[in-house]
Structure formats: structure tokens, C-alpha cells
């Protein structure tokens, strides 16, 4: 019985030291690293709002908003994870050809590719410059805003992606979005 009582008073204090302890330690050590993002990069509308995070996708359907990605999780931050479906599922090939119509692509103009396809994590907050364009003059007509100024809205928030492998610049949606609000103020 001994024995049993000092296994279970090493496993308290083990646990203390290790999942507690460390657990403040990395919390402590990121907050003064980088606070905005160990808090989660909120961000909040000009009323001081938190409205979402700059690291997670969020729906927006209405025409005067950019829309970002398709989500696999109906941007559900809770279930993130691509479909696991094969690129010929024909439930895939259902969504995409929606989301094109939806966009009104044709031939002549078609739809960047990661505005019809899901990301891996069905999360992501970025879309390209490209896609934040294509879909620039649908924003403009729907706010009554000029062409131009959309545009030149979208190229004063995109940035550098700094991959390797990752496209030339992206944009985060939500951010656009929230800039977009702030210039009819």
C-alpha cells in the first residue's frame, strides 16, 4: 500500500510539472513572443467588435464581400480537415461546378483555381491576389463603389506569401473584408 501511495503522489506531482507548469511556462513564454498571436490574432470591426481571426476562414456569401475558399467543414473550426474524398469523386466534381456557377465563370473567364477547391485544412484564410480580383468586380457593383478602388484596395492588403512553393501573393478575406466596411465610413 505504501508503494501504491508514492506511485500516486510521483504520477500527482509528474503531472503538475508536466502538463501544468510547462503548459504556463509555453503560454507565458508565447505571450511576450508574440501576443496578438497567442490570443489567437483576433480581430475586430470599427466598433471594436471581435468578429473572427485572421488565422481561421470564415463563410461570407453576401456579393459585397470577398468570398474566401470552399471549406470541406463548412468553415467549422471545431471539425478542420479536407473531404478525404478522391480529386474523381463525383460529390467534388457536384461542388465545384456549383461554386463556378456561382462565381459565373466561363471559358473566357475562368475561376481561379482555389476559389473551387477546398483547402487541406478547410480553414484557409487566404486566397490569392488573383482570386481576390476576379471577384473584385462583383464586390464593387454590389457596394456601388468603383472598380478602381476596389482593386486598388485588394493590392494595398495583399502581401508576400515567402513559401517556396506557395503562389506569388495572398490576401486574407477577412481582412479585406473589414477594410472594405472601413471605406464607406
Known sequence: ??????????????????????????????GAIAPQTAQGSLLKNAEGII?????????????????????AVDYNASATGGSNKSPTS????????????????TREKPLPAELAA????????????????????????????????????ILKQSFASGGVFAPGRLVNVLELNLALDALKK
Open 1 to 30: 500500500m505504501k508503494s501504491f501511495v508514492i506511485g500516486i503522489r510521483l504520477a500527482i506531482v509528474t503531472i503538475a510539472i508536466v502538463v501544468v507548469s510547462y503548459t504556463a511556462l509555453l503560454l507565458a513564454v508565447a
Open 51 to 71: 468578429v473572427g481571426s485572421s488565422l481561421l476562414a470564415q463563410k461570407f456569401t453576401r456579393p459585397e464581400y470577398f468570398w474566401p475558399r470552399p471549406s
Open 90 to 105: 463525383g460529390d467534388l466534381t457536384d461542388r465545384a461546378a456549383k461554386t463556378v456557377a456561382e462565381y459565373g465563370a
Open 118 to 153: 477546398a483547402s487541406g485544412g478547410g480553414m484557409d484564410p487566404h486566397i490569392t491576389e488573383a482570386g481576390a480580383l476576379y471577384q473584385a468586380a462583383r464586390v464593387a457593383q454590389a457596394r456601388g463603389a468603383a472598380l478602381a478602388e476596389v482593386e486598388a484596395l
